[in-house]
Every structure is written in C-alpha cells, then in structure tokens.
C-alpha cells in the first residue's frame, strides 16, 4: 500500500512543479501585466495544489491534512484578491501607473 | 551529499542573490519589493536551522511589517524632491565601510569558530520543567532574559512615540490617516471582512501556544496588528485618535504588567523578574497575553503612521 502512496506524492509534486515553472516561465515571457498575472495565478492554484495533493498522505493524521489543505485555500485567496487589486490598478493607471 | 545540502546551498544563493538586489535596485520601491522577497527567504532558512520561533517573527515582522512600513515610506518619498532624499557620496562611502565593517566581524565568528562553542542550552533544558514551560524559546525570553524580553517591549513604545511626535502641533490627539495605501475598493473590503475572523483565531492560538510551543506574543501581535491594519485600510474601520484612554491603556498594558510582576518579584521571589515556584507559568502566560494586545495595536498604529487629522464632531 505504501509505496503506492509513495509514488502517487511523487508524481503529484512532480505535476505541481511543473506548474511552478511553467508559471515562471510565463512571468518572464509574457508581454504585459494581465497576461503575467495570468500566469501566477496557475502557480498558485495548480502548482501548490498539486504540491498539496502530493502530500496529503504523507502528513501525520486528519489535522496534518486539514493544515495543508487550509494552507493551499489561504493562498488561493490571497492570491485571487492580490491579483484583482493588481488588475484593478493596472486598468485605472496603465500598466506604469 | 543528501538531497538537504543542495537546497540549502540554493538557498543560501538565493538569499545573497535577492539582497544583492535590494542593494542595487534602481528604485526605491524594487528594492522594498526585493527586501519583503529576502525576509521570506529568511524565515525559510530559519526554519532550516530549526528556529521556528525566529522564522515566525522574521516572515511576520521581517517580510510583513517592515515591508509595510517602508512601502508607506516610498509612497511618501514620492511627493518629496529628488534632490531632498539623495545623500552625498561620503555619507554612503562611510555607510558602506560600516556595514562591511559588520559583515567582516559575523563573517569571522561564524568561519572561526573557538574550539568549543560557549553554550548555555544544556542548562536551559536541564532547568527548563521548572518554569513549566514547554517551549525553551519562551522560558529564555521570559525566565533567564526577561529583562531584555521586558525592554524590548519598551523600544516598541519608543518607536510609536517617535512616529506620533512627527505629527504637526494642529493634529496632535488627531487620527492617522492611513492615505499612503491603496484606496478602499470592493475587492479590499471583500477581504477585509472575510480574513479577520481568521486571522484573529490564529494570532490568539500563536499567542497561547507560546508557552509550549514555537510561538508567543510578538508573533501572535503581529498578525492582530495585521488584522487590524486591514480592516482600517479597507475603510471598514477608521483609525483610533491617538488620544484615545483605551488605546493608550492598551498600549501600556503589557510592559506595565510585565514591570508589576518583575516588581512583586521582589517580595515573593527576593529578586526583581523573579517568579515564585510553581506560579511561574500562568504568570508567564499573563504577561504574554497582556504584551499580545499591547503589541498588536502598537504594530498597527505603527504603520498607520503620525496622527494628520483632527477628528471632526
């Protein structure tokens, strides 16, 4: 059974992580603000919830869990708000406002 | 060679890399951008040398706070002439030489080490059931040096009193404006009225844990002052007068309690910040409970900077 789980956490991170760089790769190549912001956002909902996923069976009982998972909505909430704000500014000022 | 070394010698990297950057950004607020990046690099590097306490307060305070403040000080500098802010060569020539002055010396004790390291840690631990206490860090803060844990708390007051008295005479006893941060908008509300409830659970239980585990005022603080700071922010909440009694009564709280204590040491312990066997812990706990709320709206009028207004009525 374990090792089964095992490799379900490393394929899970592995697929978070390709998230991770595909996001980076989509900040420093992407042309302008909106679309950047587009990318980030997979970061941080793909990425760290795959990377969550991953480790859910290699946390330590049902409250290990309930951290990572409220961990991974904390983020995604900070970051769906940030990125609003982001958008909302860059739209009101222009992109060098 | 395990896998660990290789991710803390990127890590390592990576911190050199962005405070490199913060040194060399072309403006002001990259740099700040930059900094608030190097205090979260730092807490993870704390957290790699098992110093969670630290880790805490470096991405609470460190990242944070700090971050916030000088975002506010960019925000201000805006309006400011260039002219103004720009310091002469030799004032940054002499700047420089202290601070590689101070790299040299840490760079020295941590390359050449004396053969054995002076460590008191043993008798913390041997000596540590006493207090009742289970999280070392706290029975050093508040036990062995509570002395520095109780001015440490002072210079925090220090620093509110320097902010307030850069206020003009016409607004003293006036309300902080909070202008330099975004204008409130939906968006921001929507959070500020979603995260407290949140935030407030956290910041008591970091405040309670304390005792036991990492944790403890400061920490807990920092996230009630967060709190705080964005529900005024939002414009859910305006700032407090600063000559309100209940925000200077709870301002003073926690040093006053902490004093009072340290002063009954002397009548139940025979020592100033000594306590009597077998009450150390709920007095300890007393005291970090009374040095939370303290420091939460301290932190927070803090950031929210020198009374500008007058309240109208």
Redesign the interface.
Request: net charge neutral.
């Given at each position: 059974m374990t090792p089964w789980l095992d490799i379900f956490t490393v394929a899970a991170v592995s697929a978070g992580a390709l998230f991770f760089l595909a996001g980076t790769v989509g900040l420093l190549r992407f042309p302008d603000a909106l679309t950047r912001l587009h990318a980030v956002t997979k970061v941080d909902n793909l990425g760290l919830g795959f990377v969550v996923l991953g480790l859910l069976p290699q946390s330590n009982g049902l409250f290990g869990a309930l951290k990572l998972v409220s961990i991974w909505l904390?983020v995604q909430?900070?970051g769906a708000?940030v990125t609003?704000?982001i958008a909302?500014a860059v739209r009101q000022h222009g992109p060098r406002g | 060679m395990t896998i660990s070394f290789f991710y803390d010698v990127g890590l390592a990297v990576l911190i050199l890399g962005v405070g490199t950057t913060t040194i060399f950004a072309h403006t002001a607020f990259a740099a700040v951008i930059a900094f608030v990046v190097y205090g979260l690099l730092l807490a993870i590097a704390w957290v790699r040398l098992a110093a969670v306490d630290v880790a805490l307060t470096e991405a609470a305070i460190g990242g944070g706070l700090t971050g916030m403040l000088l975002l506010g000080a960019v925000a201000r500098l805006r309006h400011a002439k260039v002219d103004d802010i720009r310091t002469g060569l030799p004032v940054r020539l002499v700047a420089g030489v202290l601070c590689a002055l101070i790299a040299a010396g840490l760079a020295s004790a941590i390359l050449l080490p004396p053969a054995v390291i002076p460590t008191l840690a043993p008798m913390v631990m041997e000596n540590l059931a006493q207090s009742g206490l289970g999280n070392p860090v706290a029975g050093v803060l508040f036990v062995y040096r509570a002395l520095d844990t109780l001015l440490e708390k002072v210079v925090v007051l220090l620093a509110l009193l320097g902010v307030w008295s850069l206020a003009p005479d016409s607004a003293w006893g006036g309300i902080p404006a909070l202008r330099v941060y975004a204008r409130p908008n939906a968006t921001l509300t929507f959070l500020a009225q979603l995260l407290p409830p949140l935030g407030i659970v956290v910041g008591v239980y970091m405040c309670w844990v304390g005792a036991k585990e990492p944790g403890g005022a400061f920490q807990g603080g920092a996230i009630l002052a967060a709190m705080w700071l964005l529900v005024m922010i939002a414009g859910l909440e305006s700032p407090p007068s600063i000559g309100r009694p209940w925000l200077r009564l709870l301002l003073v709280v926690g040093p006053a309690l902490f004093l009072a204590i340290g002063l009954a040491g002397f009548l139940l312990a025979n020592a100033f910040l000594a306590y009597p066997p077998g009450y150390a812990k709920p007095m300890i706990v007393a005291v970090e409970i009374a040095l939370t709320l303290s420091i939460a709206v301290a932190l927070g009028m803090l950031a929210a900077g020198p009374p500008e207004r007058v309240r109208q009525q």
């Open positions: 904390l909430l900070s708000i609003q704000l909302g | -």
